[in-house]
């Protein structure tokens, strides 16, 4: 990178992992020297973005294609830490970015989120598998069909970077946990929750009971939001200080996990708080029906996806330097407050 200024573009900033990228960009040591834009569809977040915390906010969403080559194409590092499986937002991403490249002779950056969804199975909670991805092991990642969840997009990224005009990282993080917080959740700008749990959480609250999918013996990593956001920065710091130190392309796969939980280890943490709060009688989970999935997760499919196997460990994220500090313990112990949020939201409405 250069000694002068950086232009920065991310998607996602008003998101619950976006938010946190962006409020460690505006703390970051060098953030004097970041030119940063995001792109939201709020023009009141967008004001807001502007105004409190110096973001060049441009208004917009992920279908407007041509803003979205042309915003790209005006900057050096771009985190895409929205839509993971949106595959015509990358492409005019990509489309940019090979503009700048052809233009300026820049070599851009591209830090993805993908997700840990690219290794599931269909275990429907039935069965635990033995199959551990590293994200050091290219030859693995490189074995899951294109068919998979994430995988179109990320190929799509992996053949660019092979094409030479970029560079690109590709995030997966697992099941995210943790009430996030700050200046952008403070002042109403970013989502402050999570999607896997709280989706449990609000079906368990519906139906009195908490559910799985299943048995609940499928097995997924966890991370916390706040060791997550932290790898961006330790990735991008990689990158500024020592690019041909930093795994890109094919060996630019980052998994973000510290530990590993069942379903039903979810499943239960849920029921605990339901009966501690006055909700259930029981603490025991039970399984979803078929009726109920489609309920609580609008289609069968979607609900099962809280029963499949997820297995991996960040070999690659913690060789760069990423130290996350939270464990399965406290994802647990993060469970009943997201409850009691979830209730008087409920409770409320």
């Given amino acids: 990178m250069?000694?002068?200024?950086?232009?920065?573009?991310?998607?996602?900033?008003?998101?619950?992992?976006?938010?946190?990228?962006?409020?460690?960009?505006l703390a970051h040591p060098s953030a004097s020297t970041f030119e940063i834009t995001a792109l939201v569809r709020s023009p009141e977040k967008a004001t807001l973005l502007e105004s409190k915390f110096g973001v060049k906010a441009v208004v917009g969403h992920h279908g407007e294609l041509e803003k979205l080559e042309q915003l790209a194409s005006e900057a050096h590092v771009v985190f895409s830490v929205a839509d993971a499986d949106y595959l015509p937002a990358m492409q005019a991403i990509l489309a940019g970015l090979r503009k700048r490249h052809a233009t300026l002779g820049d070599l851009p950056i591209l830090i993805h989120t993908s997700g840990t969804g690219v290794l599931t199975d269909d275990a429907r909670g039935m069965y635990a598998t033995d199959t551990i991805y590293s994200d050091m092991n290219v030859e693995q990642i490189e074995s899951l069909p294109p068919t998979a969840l994430h995988r179109n997009v990320d190929l799509e990224i992996v053949s660019a970077?092979?094409?030479?005009?970029?560079?690109?990282?590709?995030?997966?993080?697992?099941t995210i946990y943790g009430l996030a917080t700050g200046p952008l959740v403070e002042a109403g700008v970013a989502n402050p929750h999570s999607i896997q749990i709280p989706y449990l959480i609000k079906a368990s609250l519906q139906r009195k009971r908490a559910g799985i999918v299943g048995a609940g013996k499928a097995i997924w990593p966890d991370v916390h939001i706040d060791d997550v956001a932290d790898l961006y920065i330790v990735l991008f710091d990689g990158i500024t200080k020592n690019p041909d130190a930093i795994?890109?392309?094919?060996?630019?796969?980052?998994?973000?996990?510290?530990?590993?939980?069942?379903?039903?280890?979810?499943?239960?943490?849920?029921?605990?708080?339901?009966?501690?709060?006055?909700?259930?009688?029981?603490d025991e989970p039970t399984a979803f029906s078929r009726e109920e999935l489609i309920k609580y997760f609008t289609s069968e499919a979607m609900g099962n996806y809280s029963g499949t196997n997820s297995r991996c460990r960040a070999d690659r994220s913690r060789s760069i330097g990423w130290k996350p500090k939270y464990t399965t313990a406290d994802m647990l112990a993060s469970i009943k407050p997201e409850v009691e949020i979830f209730l008087k939201k409920s409770q409320s409405a």
């Fill in 2 to 25: 250069s000694s002068g200024t950086t232009s920065i573009f991310i998607l996602g900033a008003t998101g619950y992992i976006g938010g946190q990228v962006v409020q460690r960009l």
């Fill in 161 to 174: 970077d092979k094409q030479g005009y970029l560079r690109s990282y590709i995030i997966l993080p697992s």
């Fill in 247 to 282: 795994g890109h392309g094919r060996e630019g796969y980052y998994f973000g996990e510290n530990g590993e939980h069942t379903w039903m280890d979810i499943g239960k943490a849920i029921g605990r708080a339901l009966v501690e709060l006055g909700v259930s009688e029981s």
